[in-house]
Nanobody, 115 residues
C-alpha cells in the first residue's frame, strides 16, 4: 500500500503561483505512474498532469505551459508547480499513485484563485 499526503494549497490571486507537494510513504518502490488530479465544485475529477516512473510527463490542455509536474524519488515526493493561475484553476487537488494496477489517492488540498 501507499500513503499520500498533499500540502501547499491555499488562496492566491489570479496570475499568482503555488507549488503543491505530495509526500509518499509505504511501498514506494513499487509505484509506477503518479499524477495530480483536481475536482472543482459541481464537476467531475479530471487529470491535470501525470508522470511515469521514467519521468515522462503529460498535461491537460488547460494547464500546458503553466503547470509543471516533477518527482523527487530520493525524497519520495511529487510536486506540481502552478503558474499564471486563473479562477478556473480553483479546485481540490489530489495526488494519486498507481501501484500494481491499483490507484491510491491523497486526501486533497484546496486551491482557490481569486479574480
Amino acid at each position: 500500500q501507499v500513503q499520500l499526503v498533499e500540502s501547499g494549497g491555499g488562496l492566491v490571486q489570479a496570475g499568482g503561483s503555488l507549488r503543491l507537494s505530495c509526500a509518499a510513504s509505504g511501498s514506494i518502490f513499487s509505484i509506477n505512474g503518479m499524477g495530480w488530479y483536481r475536482q472543482a465544485p459541481g464537476k467531475q475529477r479530471e487529470s491535470v498532469a501525470v508522470i511515469s516512473r521514467g519521468g515522462t510527463t503529460s498535461y491537460a490542455d488547460s494547464v500546458k505551459g503553466r503547470f509543471t509536474i516533477s518527482r523527487d524519488n530520493a525524497k519520495n515526493t511529487l510536486y506540481l508547480e502552478m503558474k499564471t493561475l486563473t479562477p478556473e484553476d480553483t479546485a481540490i487537488y489530489y495526488c494519486a499513485a498507481e501501484l500494481r494496477g491499483l490507484m491510491y489517492w491523497g486526501q486533497g488540498t484546496q486551491v482557490t484563485v481569486s479574480s
